[in-house]
C-alpha cells in the first residue's frame, strides 16, 4: 500500500512537472546470465532423477531490461557488467528509444548503480525506487524466471560472443502479448497512467 501511495504520488507529480508529455509507466531490471547456469526442471522418466546440462565456468553477460506492462512494450540491452556507467548507457538509449511527446516513469529497484549520484537521468526519465527487499513487485523478475526456463538453461555456451548472442536470441523471443501476460500484475493497472 505504501508503494501504491508513493508511486502514485511520484507519477503524479512526473505528469504534473512534464504536462504536454503523456506519461508511461515502466519497470526496469537486471539479470546475470552465462556459464553459470541453473539445472532448470526437466520432464523425465517418473521415479528417476531428471538430468539436464549445467556448464560450470565465470563468464556471464548482463540482461539490461525495462518493460511497459500495459502495452507489453520491451526494451533490453545486454552489457558486460553492472555499474553506474552501465546503467547510464541503459538510460540513454532507454530514453532515445521512447516515443516523441512521452516521458518515463521507470520503476527499479534500489541496486546502487539505479541511485548513484554520477547518474545523469535523460529528462524524459523519471527514476523511481521500489521498497527496499521487495524484489516480488518488480514483474520484470518474472521475465527473467521464463527466459531462465525456456531459454536458457540446458545449455553450454563457449565464450562471452555466444552467451550475448544466446541472450538476444532468448530476449527477442518475447512478444508483447508474453510481456503482458507476465507483467501485467492487477495493482499495477491501479498505478498506470
Not at 508513493?6 to 552465462?34: I, K, N, Q, T
Not at 529528462?123 to 521487495?134: D, I, K
Request: charged share 20%; proline share 7%.
Amino acid at each position: 500500500m505504501r508503494f501504491r501511495q508513493r508511486g502514485l504520488s511520484r507519477a503524479a507529480a512526473a505528469a504534473e512537472a512534464h504536462p504536454g508529455e503523456r506519461v508511461e509507466v515502466w519497470f526496469m531490471d537486471e539479470a546475470r546470465f552465462g556459464e553459470k547456469g541453473r539445472t532448470g526442471h526437466r520432464w523425465w522418466v517418473r521415479g528417476e532423477r531428471p538430468r539436464g546440462l549445467r556448464q560450470i565456468g565465470y563468464e556471464w553477460a548482463f540482461l539490461f531490461g525495462a518493460v511497459r506492462p500495459a502495452t507489453g512494450q520491451g526494451f533490453a540491452l545486454v552489457l558486460p557488467e553492472v555499474s553506474t556507467a552501465a546503467m547510464q548507457a541503459f538510460l540513454d538509449r532507454f530514453a532515445a528509444a521512447l516515443a516523441a511527446g512521452a516521458h518515463a516513469v521507470l520503476v527499479l529497484d534500489r541496486a546502487g548503480w539505479h541511485g548513484s549520484r554520477g547518474l545523469a537521468v535523460p529528462p524524459n526519465v523519471t527514476l523511481v525506487p521500489l521498497p527496499p527487499y521487495a524484489p516480488e513487485l518488480n514483474p520484470v523478475e518474472r521475465v527473467w524466471l521464463f527466459l531462465r526456463e525456456r531459454f536458457l538453461s540446458h545449455r553450454v555456451l563457449d565464450g562471452y560472443g555466444a552467451i550475448v548472442a544466446a541472450c538476444c536470441k532468448a530476449r527477442n523471443a518475447l512478444t508483447p502479448e508474453r510481456l503482458r501476460s507476465l507483467c501485467a500484475y492487477p495493482w499495477i493497472r491501479k498505478v498506470a497512467l
